[in-house]
């Protein structure tokens, strides 16, 4: 600028430098739709990052899963070269050795567009069972050097099987990478779990295998070290709503589908399973895509029937193996939040679809919980069914506050007398069983997301790199604590007294009605409880307000009234925002179109 002799276009230049500055400020600040861009242009300066971006799954092996069988096999996937063979997972008692050897298998490879590095990748799985209930494991080949070393726990199966401590089993759904769900990684990470459960939208991929390589490689310090169950979500798909079936064989299934607890479960489909943990037993079901057809939907009620009908009289007969039956699914049943969720599209909130299909099934085989995802909210009801509190019914959970979108506008809730606990907050539940107190509780933790010094990407992307040590405070809002057969379930807030318990040998829900699961002897008793194939599966509702069983329409009114002026002040400040990145824009090609005419 000094060798410029016009003092006019000093000034000029000057101010088009500063016009430069801002605009690229404008640009790269945004912390609405645009932040992709500031994700772009930040991110890739850091070397190592929380989620991977370009993750390379040819050699060492990356993307490690876990799960256990009912008999304590444990099955461990992994994506790899298909060029690598053979692949063999070692297992030791002590690091570095290998007790055990087990050569690997390689999934179908996947070509083209949805295949794992364009096919030259794969999915490869590996059971063991080892004789005790923490080994280290590690893929070795005799051409590359061996992986990672890891260490896997296996946690207890059956009831008799919990130490005097007890078992944690987390649960948490929709978490996808970014918004909040870097906190809720933190916190599962400095949690004490013996496994995980995410009720669908797990990586929020819809068919991209780069942000499911991206996902799977940033979970991989909870993954490795314990088992992972899962059933499929929308967001498990391609474009959310179509096209189920190729996406779920090409991202989901290749990674997560558990072919073999599906075999042991009697399954037709990879899709929904069974399995047990800390002597519950848990059905994994699948309400997305393909699974919504009729002839499909038959099948898994069918098969839905036949597991919880052995699992009942499992659980009366041996209850050293099962004392609870845990339903885990994407969509809920019940729910009462309005933005854009439970009453107002097919897409998202209540699924009446699968609600009068499996809602019989639940009750007829004494199903005590059902935990879902799909809305960002925590809510839990207290024993239900059929849009009536009946203390027969499940007690229905929703925690899809796994840290993707938890948005301020779910925060507004119709009031509803089945809800006993409602919060639109990032978190994660906790199934815990203590063996003590003959004792299932599930509690939502809240994870406090204070802390990030940016935006929610900013913390994605290197904050937690940048402080391993930074904790993230973890705070109980919310407790429910079923008992055994023995004893009373009862709905208890966090400060509840816990009430004197009844000396009766039957199970009582809450007060006074008794759970019968005397079996059937004729099948018209089969059908007329369970009504497995009723003549006209319902459809997809598009009623607005449809199934809404709150008693003042007033309330729902007005609440939908806050919900419009939350969504005018989001647009508002997004049209804001999108306004300065368009003049920053502006302002970028003036400076470039003046400063060619300019001459120094």
């Given at each position: 600028m000094l060798l410029c002799e016009n003092s006019t276009q000093k000034y000029r230049i000057c101010v088009l430098g500063l016009a430069t500055f801002v605009a690229f400020v404008l640009i790269t600040r945004q912390d609405t739709s645009f932040n992709e861009w500031s994700h772009v242009i930040r991110g890739r300066r850091s070397h190592a990052l929380l989620w991977p971006e370009d993750v390379q799954c040819s050699w060492p092996p990356t993307q490690f899963r876990t799960y256990v069988l009912d008999d304590n096999t444990a099955v461990i996937t992994w994506v790899a070269s298909t060029a690598v063979h053979p692949q063999i997972l070692c297992a030791g008692r002590n690091s570095g050795s290998c007790d055990q050897s087990v050569k690997a298998t390689p999934k179908p490879v996947v070509t083209g567009k949805y295949g794992i590095d364009n096919g030259r990748s794969t999915v490869w799985s590996a059971s063991i069972k080892m004789d005790v209930s923490s080994f280290f494991y590690s893929v070795q080949s005799d051409k590359r050097a061996p992986s990672q070393e890891y260490t896997l726990t296996i946690p207890p199966v059956n009831y008799e099987a919990v130490p005097d401590q007890g078992a944690t089993v987390g649960v948490v759904g929709d978490m996808g990478r970014y918004w909040s769900a870097p906190f809720t990684r933190k916190g599962l990470m400095d949690d004490t779990l013996d496994a995980l459960i995410i009720p669908g939208d797990v990586a929020y991929g819809n068919g991209d295998t780069k942000k499911w390589n991206s996902y799977m490689q940033g979970m991989q310090p909870i993954f490795t070290r314990m088992p992972l169950y899962t059933c499929p979500g929308n967001h498990e798909t391609i474009d959310e709503w179509n096209a189920f079936e190729d996406a779920m064989a090409s991202a989901y299934d290749q990674r997560l589908g558990p072919v073999e607890a599906a075999e042991r479960s009697k399954s037709p489909s990879v899709f929904y399973?069974?399995?047990?943990?800390?002597?519950?037993?848990?059905?994994?079901?699948?309400?997305?895509?393909?699974?919504?057809?009729?002839?499909?939907?038959?099948?898994?009620?069918?098969?839905?029937?036949?597991?919880?009908?052995?699992?009942?009289?499992l659980r009366k007969n041996r209850p050293d193996y099962i004392r609870w039956i845990v339903i885990i699914q994407h969509r809920c049943h019940y729910c009462t939040t309005l933005a854009e969720r439970c009453h107002t599209t097919a897409n998202h909130g209540i699924d009446k679809f699968f609600k009068v299909l499996f809602e019989p099934i639940y009750k007829r085989h004494g199903v005590d919980l059902v935990i879902s995802g799909h809305d960002h909210v925590y809510e839990r009801t207290f024993n239900v069914y059929k849009e009536k509190r009946d203390h027969e019914g499940p007690i229905h959970i929703q925690v899809g506050t796994g840290g993707h979108n938890v948005k301020e506008e779910y925060k507004c809730f119709v009031d509803s007398e089945l809800t006993a606990y409602k919060a639109s907050k990032t978190g994660y539940g906790r199934l815990r069983v203590d063996q003590q107190a003959h004792s299932l509780t599930f509690e939502m933790v809240l994870v406090n997301t204070e802390g990030c010094p940016s935006t929610a990407r900013d913390c994605s992307v290197n904050f937690f790199v940048q402080n391993p040590d930074w904790k993230v405070k973890l705070t109980v809002a919310d407790s429910v604590t079923l008992y055994t057969r023995e004893k009373q379930s009862v709905s208890l807030p966090p400060t509840?007294?816990?009430?004197?318990?009844?000396?009766?040998?039957?199970?009582?829900?809450?007060?006074?009605?008794?759970?019968?699961?005397?079996?059937?002897?004729?099948?018209?008793?089969?059908?007329?409880?369970?009504?497995?194939e009723p003549?006209?599966?319902?459809?997809?509702?598009?009623?607005?307000?449809?199934?809404?069983?709150?008693?003042?329409?007033?309330?729902?009114?007005t609440a939908r009234q806050r919900i419009q002026k939350v969504k005018q002040i989001t647009r508002k400040r997004t049209g804001i925002n999108a306004f300065l990145v368009y003049v920053g824009l502006f302002m970028t090609f003036a400076i470039v179109i003046v400063v060619s005419r300019s001459s120094c």
């Open positions: 399973y069974s399995f047990r943990l800390a002597g519950i037993h848990f059905a994994s079901v699948c309400v997305e895509g393909e699974c919504r057809k009729k002839e499909n939907a038959d099948k898994q009620a069918k098969w839905l029937h036949e597991d919880l009908k052995k699992a009942a009289k509840s007294v816990k009430p004197t318990l009844p000396t009766t040998k039957t199970m009582k829900r809450l007060d006074t009605s008794t759970v019968d699961i005397t079996e059937p002897t004729t099948t018209s008793e089969i059908t007329k409880t369970v009504s497995l003549k006209t599966l319902p459809q997809a509702l598009t009623t607005e307000d449809e199934g809404l069983t709150d008693k003042s329409t007033k309330e729902f009114t």
